[in-house]
């Protein structure tokens, strides 16, 4: 099972830290994915970090922004948001990939096993 959390309210300029907390399995072994959906919007690729060694991937949008992380002892990957815009505003999924992030990262449909999402709303 994949937990996400940490979503919430924030004011533009304002940082969340979501995290994705696995049961039943080694989220180690994974790599791991943080997609959004903004109303009546696609699901977008946000971030990847693979099961070993490599840098991780970040959208575009969130370069220089957005920072993913693991800790394999706690099994949870984390996504820190700072400087956030009410473009980031979504719910956020994150899920799992068996191999590792690649070039195909932000392709939905290469995960194979999702987590319920967590809303974040960023508002003035």
């Known amino acids: 099972q994949l937990q996400a959390s940490g979503g919430g309210l924030v004011q533009p300029g304002g940082s969340l830290r979501l995290s994705c907390a696995a049961s039943?399995?080694?989220?180690?072994?994974?790599?791991i994915g943080w997609f959004r959906q903004a109303p009546g919007g696609e699901r977008k690729g946000v971030s990847c970090?693979?099961?070993?060694?490599?840098?991780?991937y970040y959208a575009d949008s969130v370069k220089g922004r957005f920072t993913i992380s693991r800790d394999n002892a706690k099994n949870t990957v984390y996504l820190q948001m700072s400087s956030l815009k009410s473009e980031d505003t979504a719910v956020y999924y994150c899920?799992?990939?068996?191999?590792?992030?690649?070039?195909?990262?932000?392709?939905?449909?290469?995960?194979?096993?999702w987590g319920q999402g967590t809303q974040v709303t960023v508002s003035s």
């Open positions: 039943g399995f080694t989220s180690g072994y994974y790599a």
């Open positions: 899920a799992t990939d068996p191999g590792m992030c690649g070039s195909t990262w932000f392709v939905w449909r290469k995960y194979n096993y």
């Open positions: 970090i693979s099961s070993r060694e490599g840098a991780p």
